[in-house]
Nanobody
Framework: VQLQAFGGGLVQTGGSLRLSCVVS????????MGWFRQAPGKEREFVAA????????YYADSVKGRFTISRSNAKNTVYLQMNSLKPEDTAVYYC????????????????????WGQGTQVTVSS
């Protein structure tokens, strides 16, 4: 399974970006997917996650109401629409796949994910 994230860039405060993560493999529709981020000098943190069906989504409190996670199982792609961006959103954003999602696994915990993309830089200027 390979994940490729793209769509990052430099944007001003209040702007928007849409990240995409394309996943290889024929069973993408069975994977739960997540987005995490890591800012310089900080630990990786959970941003958003979506169930295999797309019917359930999860968000960090810091992005709730501003970010939207979605997926297209037909395109093997998960998206992160980021609106009203703030300087504190500046980080490298990583997508991740949980290939064996179960009720017992928490979508907010990075260690629950099996595969990770290479990351895409998001920089929000003030």
């Amino acid at each position: 399974v390979q994940l490729q994230a793209f769509g990052g860039g430099l944007v001003q405060t209040g702007g928007s970006l849409r990240l995409s993560c394309v996943v290889s493999g024929r069973t993408f529709s069975r994977y739960a997917m997540g987005w995490f981020r890591q800012a310089p000098g900080k630990e990786r943190e959970f941003v958003a996650a979506i169930s295999w069906s797309g019917g359930t989504t999860y968000y960090a409190d810091s992005v709730k109401g501003r970010f939207t996670i979605s997926r297209s199982n037909a395109k093997n792609t998960v998206y992160l629409q980021m609106n009203s961006l703030k300087p504190e959103d500046t980080a490298v954003y990583y997508c991740a796949a949980d290939t064996v999602p179960t009720v017992a696994r928490s979508p907010r915990i990075g260690d629950e994910y099996d595969y990770w993309g290479q990351g895409t830089q998001v920089t929000v200027s003030s």
